[in-house]
């Protein structure tokens, strides 16, 4: 637990002629405030002022702001106002306080109004004076130190604002710590399997790990000495949540995870820094695409630094950062390192690129009115994994890194993107799937006869642009549907002499669409024309049934068939037979396995397996219900594979055992692995389902098979 020495002393540090008094009678005023108040840990409340009022004073602050973190709670919970701080702190201490006490009254969790509102309340506060988010920051940190002592409830909403509000701001304000800090405690509260599992994982490998980065140390410190550089170089793990987001980002595993450490190499030039790349370079074989020069080009957020991936000792790739000590300190304290703080920011200075984009933010709010659009564009700025491009007039956008010339063309007008044909990327045509670099000048070549295809979704980053692709693809699936339904009705009810537009306008078709529970006669005609209804259908409740003909017309045999092909197919269709059916090779469905059709227009109905993939991806209204036929004589072919020690005699008896069940073998591939392991695939025919489960049970008990299974292709 902090006293109020330590702060005092770390204050005096470096900052020897600070106002000492001020600190001391914020600290009485403070403790008496909060008597007789317990925290929820059972501590003395007076505990929390003082942690923050320490962290106020890590991060080298003014005594006005640590005078505020030992004030922060008092006008919210306890008997002081506004107008006592003043009167015996000053106004500037008392203004601090009150910003800090306006925040903390805003949930982010609430609706999109209220969030909006406290956004823009909070850029307010900032811009009056950053310190207030400053101090903001440390109340925060203590809390979520503190997190356990919550109600689990409290500790996922508490947490997870941290990540998606907090964390991002430390990290706006270029504080490194307190964003990596306030990232891993919000990972523990939010995915605390996904974090325990991981922290065991690196502490399992620390001592070896450990070993390892004193011996790149040394390497790296001999190197640079021999070449006259006095340099500082540390080595230490990445914090939690970034290795948990490259596990994601990448989708791997954590063994799979190279540079988890990373190297720091500080000395007092810049050119210093590009002689150390040189030496590092020299010394180990750089990947290529991963040295980044963060000095030529800053951060937004001022952060400073050569990086560089190497393949280290032992053939273990290696992350080093190399940068002088002042740049360090950016890093490490971002806003704090040079801001003058009694000054508050002046929003005309405009040579200030520390405040840019603070200054960016004040404009968004006073713009936009739409809170909605205003949040969109705040999170977007709060969020640096944004690349940012040029319209050909010149104006900036910003997307989602990966986002391609498709999500750039749908954010100037719908249109765009529902015509666009091709990009030019700083005049040169690019294919649509390209990505948007930062600083990227894009053009969209559109075309009339251009639309949008399913491919799209694939590339597409912004939802926007998925939204309205989807909404395109839906919107000319239904009127093709509702056309040919269309044409199958008119057709039908021509060999009848019934007048289709006279159906259509005495409403009967409105009728009938109500019979079948459709909404209206598009949706009538769009069913006919997916297959699921036959004209016959609908005649038949215009007609009597005297008047209709003795052979059922087959539409949707009609529609989707023109290739016929004897009746061998061992599915039903609800509803229809004789049509065309194949079965889809993404899952090769059995008998037995539960199935579905897909009305696939002008190539028949593949039936996939229930729960395939495909399936589930694929617009509703075009599945129809399937079922296995049950014929004993229709055979299908299906591929297994069996692993097993290679032992004499052993593929003999499994070829054998397949007779014997009554499997014929259509082709068989043998291949010996090198642990004198063999892998035997099989296609084989067979009944159904039963019948192939039957087979692998029986071959699973032929000595030396160590696995069967079925393949899916
Ligand atoms: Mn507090």
Known sequence: MIRIGDI????????????????????????????GQIRLSGEPYLIHPLEV????????????????????????????TYTQLKELFGQEVADLVEGVTKISKMSFESSEDTQAENFRKMILAMTKDIRVILVKLADRLHNM??????????RQRIAQ???????????????????????????KYIMTEAYQSLEKKIAKSEKERNRYIEFVIRILREKLMENGIAAEVSGRPKHLYSIFKKMQSQNIEFSDIYDITAF??????????????????????????????????????????????????????????????????VAEMGIAAHWKYKEGINLDEKDDK??????????????LKNNAEFLETIKIDLFPDEVFVFTPTGEVKEFPRGSTPIDFAYSIHTEVGNHCKGAKVNGRIVPLKYLLHNGDSVEIITHPQAHPSKDWLKIVKTSRARTKIRQWIKTQEREQSIQLGRDLLEKETKRYAVSFNKLYKDGALKEIAEAFSLQSVDD????????????????????????????????????????????????????????????????NPLPGDKIVGFITRGRGITVHKANCE?????????????????????????????????RRGLLAEITKELASQGADILSAHAQITQDHHAVNQFVISIKDLKHLNKIIRALSHIKGVTEVKRLQA
Request: proline content about 5%.
């Open 524 to 587: 009538l005609l769009a069913t006919i024309g997916y297959g699921k209804i036959t004209p016959r259908q609908v005649i038949r409740r215009i007609l009597p049934p005297e008047k209709l003909e003795g052979e059922e017309s087959k539409p949707l045999k009609k529609i989707i068939s023109k290739i016929k092909r004897k009746d061998q197919s061992p599915i039903l269709i609800k509803g229809v037979d004789n049509v065309m059916i194949k079965l889809a090779k993404c899952c």
């Open 53 to 80: 009022a320490g962290i106020l004073s890590e991060m080298k602050l003014d005594e006005q702001t640590i005078a505020t973190g030992l004030l922060h709670d008092t006008i919210e919970d306890t008997f002081a």
């Open 145 to 154: 130190r503190t997190l356990e002592f919550q109600k689990p409830e409290s």
């Open 8 to 35: 005092i002393e770390r204050i005096e540090a470096y900052n020897p002629d600070y106002d000492e008094e001020l600190i001391q009678r914020a600290y009485i005023f403070s403790a008496k405030a909060h008597q």
């Open 161 to 187: 604002e941290t990540l998606e509000i907090y964390a991002p701001i430390a990290n706006r304000l270029g504080i490194e710590w307190l964003k990596s800090e306030l990232e891993d405690l919000s990972f």
């Open 614 to 646: 495909k399936v589930l991806d694929c617009d509703p209204q075009r599945l129809i219900e399937a079922k296995w036929k049950m014929d004993e004589n229709i055979r299908h072919s299906v591929r297994i594979q069996t692993a097993c020690t290679d």
């Open 264 to 329: 720091r190499v500080i000395v007092n030039t810049v050119p210093e820094c590009y002689e150390v790349l040189g030496i590092i370079h020299n010394l180990w074989t750089p990947i290529p695409g991963k040295f980044k020069d963060y000095i030529a080009l800053p951060k937004a957020n001022l952060y400073q630094s050569l990086h560089t991936t190497v393949i280290g000792p032992k053939g273990e790739r290696i992350e080093i950062q190399i940068r002088t000590h002042e740049m360090h300190q």
């Open 354 to 367: 520390r405040f840019r984009w603070l200054r960016q933010l004040f404009e968004y709010q006073k713009d």
